[in-house]
């Protein structure tokens, strides 16, 4: 069975995504599981990662304040393979964030 898995953007990379979606003639939640997948590849061969927020203490870099409701929009996760939930889980428990907040910061690190 896979999860799913609801994450809350700023508009600026909700937009991102639905760009490169529509580009690429894809779903948002595929853009989305492909860049987290892409991620986690890449930090398991760098060691562990680090999203910016847990590092710097707040905020997201490249997409500014996430902390408010009127620039968020939802992106609900469907088919999210389990093997990739339970990494994302256990990263996001290491860094003390919630699974929402570290894929944020994954995506916000990623070139759209």
């Given at each position: 069975?896979?999860?799913?898995?609801?994450?809350r953007?700023?508009?600026?990379?909700?937009a991102a995504v639905?760009?490169?979606?529509?580009?690429?003639?894809?779903?948002?939640?595929?853009?989305?599981?492909?860049a987290?997948?892409?991620?986690?590849?890449?930090?398991?061969?760098d060691?562990?990662?680090?999203?910016d927020?847990?590092?710097?203490?707040?905020g997201?870099?490249?997409?500014?304040d996430?902390?408010?409701?009127?620039?968020?929009?939802?992106?609900?996760l469907r088919?999210v393979?389990?093997?990739?939930y339970?990494?994302?889980k256990?990263r996001a428990?290491r860094?003390?964030?919630?699974?929402?907040?570290?894929?944020?910061?994954?995506?916000?690190?990623r070139?759209f």
């Open positions: 069975m896979r999860d799913q898995l609801s994450v953007l700023p508009h600026e990379l909700n639905a760009e490169r979606a529509k580009r690429d003639a894809r779903r948002p939640s595929d853009v989305v599981r492909l987290l997948q892409a991620y986690l590849r890449e930090s398991d061969s060691g562990p990662g680090r999203p927020r847990a590092r710097e203490g707040g997201t870099p490249a997409w500014g996430s902390g408010s409701p009127a620039t968020e929009r939802t992106i609900l088919h393979p389990e093997e990739l339970r990494a994302l256990e428990a860094e003390r964030l919630s699974v929402s907040d570290y894929v944020l910061d994954i995506l916000a690190r070139q």
